[in-house]
């Protein structure tokens, strides 16, 4: 292996989006006297994003930003939680709550060592506002956003991989994708990229999560500072 | 003005790509044995990048990374200056000279001055691997690549600006577009956003250059220091 660029997927594998989600919706929505169990919240709208990528995917609708999907989710759960009449402003922030995502731990430092030896991106599905607003939270230190909002599509479509890829004028082998995601990985090595998977243990709450790949990946680590030292960075 | 974003050109605003190119060329050119006037070649591959962006920008010929035109461009000249057979692999380097260019100096004080106040992006015409490298090379704190690779047409099509300003959510109005050329602006405005000019009077070489804006903008610069100090940043 000779890489020369990480990408990364960012939900999941760099930030905690559940108790994100569910401590922005106990701040906006408590404040306007609502009271709901908010994991079950931030599960219920992370439940509604892959068919709306999906509508994208398979062309029933065009590309279309993720904070735009998003907010169409948000204003389907919303009535299921019994929440009715929300302000728009207040709609509007809570869907901002992915822009404001805390990263796991291990992420800030980890990117800070890795970017010393490769070029560093995320090939997220979320949109490029949002990438950057995270990476401002957050210090990620990108040299580029990557990504759907570039390739005109949604992972796990194979264009979004190799718009990547292309951007860097890199071949995918000399590219290595880094998720917390084995499907994710997978579809990675079928257009030639390397492969890291990261633990990420309570991606969905204590417990629930993918602590192993579930396939054979390049590189299977710890966390970002564990995959660091194994990339001899 | 209510700026949350700054835009910069590149070439000539950003980085001193006369005196980049023709080191790199004296070093690369003069290895294989070859003595020209290193300053005049820069201005001659610099001569064809209009032309070559025009054929695009007209609908002649669909969008390709600027890294293309430049190469063509090079092939173009090199015979006028007396030079054939050259390596592929001494061209190839001899074309990655633009992403090696160096900063004018008061570039990384004045970004990182800057960046503490606004999200900051390219918005130039050099496709994004040569801006990652750039960026590399000369310490420039990007949140994100934009610019004519994400519009998928050339500066000064107005495209190039409006998709600058989708990608990072913002209306026109809230961009600044920060440039050494005073058409470069004059078009940015046309298409809603703010203006800064920066003087750049050795751009094309000794004392062959913008000083000064030759028609109204919103903020007058003589550097980038200058232009964060005048900004509050």
New interface residues.
Partial sequence: MTIKALFFDVFGTLVDFRTGVAREAESILGAAGHKLDWGAFADAWRTEYQPALEDVRAGRRPFCKL?VLHRENLDRILPRFGVSGLAQDAARNLNLAWHRLPAWPDVARGLARLKRRF?LAPVSNG???L??DL??HNDFP?????GA??AGDYKRKPRVYLAACE???LPPAECMMVAAHTDDLMTAAKCGLCTAHVGRPNEHGPGIGETAPKAPVDVAAADLEDLAAKLGA
């Fill in positions: 904070d070029l949109n490029i506002s990438m950057v990476a401002r990108w040299d580029a956003i990557l909002e570039i951007a860097f004028d």
